[in-house]
Structures are given as C-alpha cells and as structure tokens.
C-alpha cells in the first residue's frame, strides 16, 4: 500500500470529512490529486493533514508496510534473536546481506547494521576488532544530533565499546535523551540506554563509572504501569547497595531475582545472577590478601 492510499483508506475509516482533513491547508481538489497518486503534498501540508487524521508517520509507515515492521526493525530483530542464540552461522548470513543491500544503494543502514554484527561475531568469538575502523563507531563519534536511531544502535554496541569511548560518547547520549523525555519511545530507550550502560561498565570492572550511572538511574522518573523498568531500576539499587558493601544489598537483588522468576522472566533472572556472580568474584579478587 502507499502513502497516499492509506491516507485515503484512514479518512474513510474515521469518517472524517474531507473539508475537517484538509483544513485551510489546501485545496478539496489537491487532496483528490494527492490520494489518487497524481500528485505529491508540501511537507507543511502532508504532516498538518497526518495531524487532522490523528495518526502519526510511524502508524502510517506501519500501515503501509503491511502491518508488519520496517527492514531496520526487521533486521534489528533477527540480529537481537541470532545474538541471543549465539547462532553465528546466521549472524554471518545477516551481515553478508547487509554489504550486500549497501553496496546496491549505498543506504547507510545497511552500512550501519553491518557494523553493528561484525561486533556483535566478535563478542561472541572472542575477537578483538578495531573500533575506530568501524563505521558504526565513526558515526556515533562524530554525530551531534541523536534521534532514535542513533540511541537504538548505541545500545546494541556498547558492550563491545571500551571504557574510555563509553565515557566519550555516553554523556552525550544522556545528554540528548532530556530533550526527548516526553515522547514515550525516547524515553524507553533512554531507561534501556541507563540500564545497558551500567552493566557494561560492570563488566568492565568500572565501578565508579557505573555508580555514577546508577545515581542518575535512581532520579529517573517511573509511572505505576512500568514494573519491567521498576523492578531493573530496584534489582541495580540493590547492586549499588553491594559495590558499596551495604549489607541491604543482598535481600534487595534475592528480592528482584526472585521476583523475575515468578515471572517466568527466565533470560533476566539468569542476567541478573550472572551480574551478581561477577561483582562478588571481583570483591573476592581484589580484598587485601
């Protein structure tokens, strides 16, 4: 379906007149024009009438794609699962198709995407890769704007980044995320971007980085209808309560772990007591002998 066609099937749907779409926006026989594919609308004109029909360009992208996701959700999807799986036969078969798509087009996402497996093949191969010959790497380096996009795939190569691009390209993610904390997808990413970047520099056995990052956790405001996001931001106050050798800590992550169990949130559960297990080996480690 395109664009124009959905407009048109939307109006219809919502009875709306055709006089209450277009407003003063245009003329009725522009709009005729424009959904019978003839002719295309001003920028201006094209986002005030999505506005009278109470749909947004995602909701319509959506709609036109069949009700089914983009490529870039699509591919984000299959990378996420492979990784999961730690299948690397498909996550080899996804970045073949991603230079592929790039050097059809030159569409920087595949660009980007291939990038973006080459790191995660690497984590889970045990190799070590070059970052500033990565291209993702690059973008988000030298990329001023963050959207959306830029958050998304941040957060699905920060654990492969080393501390000190951590430290380089994080407060300038946080930083971008305020301007965009009333719109809900933002914000869910913005809660992800906290959450992955603490556990990152756990793993990275920087404590003090990720203390830092639990504090500003700790002030992110959470609705009653966010108990995924209430019970990560209780189960990383707990471990804060550990790494500063608070003895609550210990009953607050049995607490949260517990709790993702009864959930059958089994992936979290085992996460979370692997992220426990790695603070305690390294106290262990690193107490005076």
């Not at 889970?124 to 990329?143: A, G, P, S």
């Not at 970047?197 to 500003?216: D, G, M, P, T, V």
Request: charged share 25%; net charge negative.
């Amino acid at each position: 379906m395109e664009i124009y066609e959905a407009v048109a099937t939307l109006r219809k749907d919502k009875n709306i007149k055709i006089e209450e779409a277009i407003g003063n926006s245009m003329s009725r026989a522009s709009f005729n024009r424009y959904i019978n594919g003839k002719t295309d609308l001003y920028t201006s004109h094209f986002l005030e009438l999505l506005e009278k029909l109470h749909v947004s360009l995602e909701e319509i992208e959506f709609m036109c794609n069949g009700y089914t996701d983009n490529v870039e959700k699509q591919l984000m999807k299959e990378l996420k699962h492979a990784f999961e799986d730690q299948n690397i036969h498909e996550l080899n078969f996804i970045l073949q198709h991603c230079r592929n798509e790039y050097a059809l087009d030159k569409n920087v996402l595949y660009s980007h995407l291939a990038s973006l497996t080459e790191v995660l093949l690497a984590r889970l191969e045990h190799k070590n890769i070059d970052l500033k010959e990565n291209e993702l790497y690059k973008y988000l380096v030298k990329t001023e704007t963050w959207t959306r996009y830029e958050l998304v795939m941040f957060n699905n190569s920060m654990f492969y980044f080393d501390a000190e691009a951590l430290k380089q390209i994080l407060p300038k993610a946080i930083n971008k995320l305020a301007y965009y904390k009333e719109i809900n997808p933002y914000a869910n990413e913005g809660f992800r971007l906290l959450i992955n970047a603490i556990i990152a520099f756990i793993s990275k056995n920087e404590i003090h980085q990720a203390l830092i990052y639990i504090r500003i956790l700790e002030k992110h405001p959470l609705n009653e209808d966010q108990a995924y996001e209430a019970l990560l931001q209780k189960f990383l106050i707990g471990v804060k309560l550990i790494l500063i050798d608070d003895s609550k800590g210990d009953e607050v992550v049995n607490d949260c772990i517990q709790a993702m169990q009864f959930l059958n949130m089994e992936k979290m559960a085992s996460m979370s007591t692997g992220l426990i297990e790695h603070i305690l080996e390294n106290k262990q480690k690193n107490q005076p002998q």
